[in-house]
């Protein structure tokens, strides 16, 4: 291994320490979005992680903006996350209000600019060929990071696999879950099987019908969600 990439690798590592140490814990995935965010001159990031049934959920944030992002990709079905996931690698968009950022991902990039996000990168996590998450790193400022920052990111991306696959008792992928996250997503399948039943379609159907309900009455996915779990809502199949 070069020396600067050993070099690279011991500054994240300091970092992350560093970060840990604040709240007198052991390093953990969550510190690691925080780092990566950090090094990319973010001000802020979120963590989605590719589930083993093939869907797309955000588990983590770390600050509200970033949650509302992260939710909205989840709503809309698009953004840097899921294209990351879907097939892409490493996503640099460098001014949001481009009209390029605009056709790329029409419903997500308004949002984000009424929100002052001004550039975008969203980092794989991955193990070979296989996407385990993503960490989406929001700037307020346009243009590319530097090199080097880009280069720490993706450093910090292979160490939250190694604790993730590490038999330290560290969270891992898997356990790093924001409770508010956990509930919308628990609302939001519920919900799913019940338009399911309702509208006698399949769960993918479902899915999409309550997405599509969520968008036109410019509403949150999970909000939607919970009156139809509370049967404020119901989808007919004339609807």
Known sequence: MRPQRLDRIARIWEKLRSVASETDSVVTVEHVCVVCGDVLEAAGAGLTLATHGGDVEPVFATDERSRELED???TFGEGPALEVLHGGM????TDVTSSEATLR??????????RGVKSIIAVPIQAGA???????????????????????????AET????????????GLA??????????????HQAT????????VGLPEAFARLRAHAYASDRKLNEVARDVVLRRLTFRPDA
């Open 160 to 171: 939250a696999i190694a604790l993730a696959v590490a038999d330290t008792g560290r969270p």
């Open 130 to 156: 296989i996407k385990m998450g993503v960490v989406d790193c929001y700037r307020e400022l346009a243009g590319f990071p530097s090199k080097e920052g880009q280069a720490e990111a993706l450093v910090c």
């Open 72 to 74: 909205l990709q989840f």
């Open 90 to 93: 490493l996503v640099v968009v």
């Open 105 to 114: 991902w029409p419903m997500f990039t308004p949002e984000a600019i009424d």
């Open 193 to 200: 099987g019940i338009v399911s039943v309702q509208l006698d």
């Open 175 to 188: 356990e790093l879950i924001d409770l508010e996250f956990t509930e919308h997503r628990a609302q939001v």
